[in-house]
């Protein structure tokens, strides 16, 4: 009696394995490839020990399986996109609005600065706010004593610690907040007009001029 050759059902399963770890098969690509490795099983089988149904439905299964996951993937993905894009549409209306995000650097301009605030995640005993000049040197610290959580704006006149003005240009401030002497991770926030919308990988992004974005999901107040 001629012998036949076997191909086994580990193949197909590895064919399919192999397929849905890569992902750079089509669905269409897919069901052709497995279709042909079933056709060449079933007509190579050994007619003694014929593949039984648990195996077939095994391998359909898997093959059913790669295709519907790859539509839903699709359709993922198309629905990601018209989000995305409505997200967009809808941000345009920020355009002109002024918007606090976060951010830790303040102009002063004719002695007068420009408005900061922070964000505070926690009930805090304590919140510190220090202004530094552009080397690094602490030139004014406001006290803002105990607060709630939320978004509080920082009360600065311009002034340094001995009362006078700051000279004009670019500052940059930080904060500390504690509850019970622990660090309750505060957020420097800057206000800024929004210039224009647009978009990258990571979302929408609100243009703040200057060569300021800030995406439009850590707009904390708009006014």
């Known amino acids: 009696m001629a012998t036949t050759s076997s191909v086994g059902n580990s193949t197909s399963n590895s064919g399919v394995n192999q397929a849905l770890q890569s992902g750079s098969a089509s669905a269409a690509d897919l069901q052709s490839n497995f ?9 190579n089988q050994d007619p003694l020990n014929p593949m039984d149904n648990s195996q077939l ?3 359909l299964a898997q093959i059913s399986t790669v295709s519907g996951l790859q539509t839903m993937n699709e359709t993922m993905t198309q629905l990601l996109t018209q989000t995305a894009a409505g997200r967009a549409m809808d941000s345009a209306a920020l355009i002109g609005k002024t918007v606090m995000v976060p951010g830790s650097e303040v ?6 600065p420009g408005k900061i605030g922070v964000d ?12 530094l000049d552009d ?7 406001i006290d803002m004593k105990g607060q709630k959580a939320g978004v509080h704006d920082v009360a600065w006149d311009g002034k340094n610690d001995a009362g006078n003005l700051v000279a004009d ?21 800057i206000y800024g007009k929004v210039q224009a919308i647009s978009g990258d990988s990571t979302g929408v992004l609100v243009d703040l001029g200057d060569g300021k974005t800030a995406n439009v999901d850590d707009v904390r107040r708009i006014s």
């Open 35 to 43: 279709l042909k490795m079933l056709v060449t099983q079933m007509t």
């Open 57 to 59: 439905t095994s391998q």
């Open 107 to 112: 102009s002063v301009a004719g002695g007068v």
């Open 120 to 131: 505070v995640p926690t009930t805090a005993d304590s919140v510190i706010v220090q202004v």
């Open 135 to 141: 080397k690094g040197n602490v030139v004014r610290t």
């Open 169 to 189: 240009g670019d500052y940059a401030f930080k904060v500390t907040a504690t509850a019970d002497g622990k660090d309750v991770s505060p957020i420097a926030l």
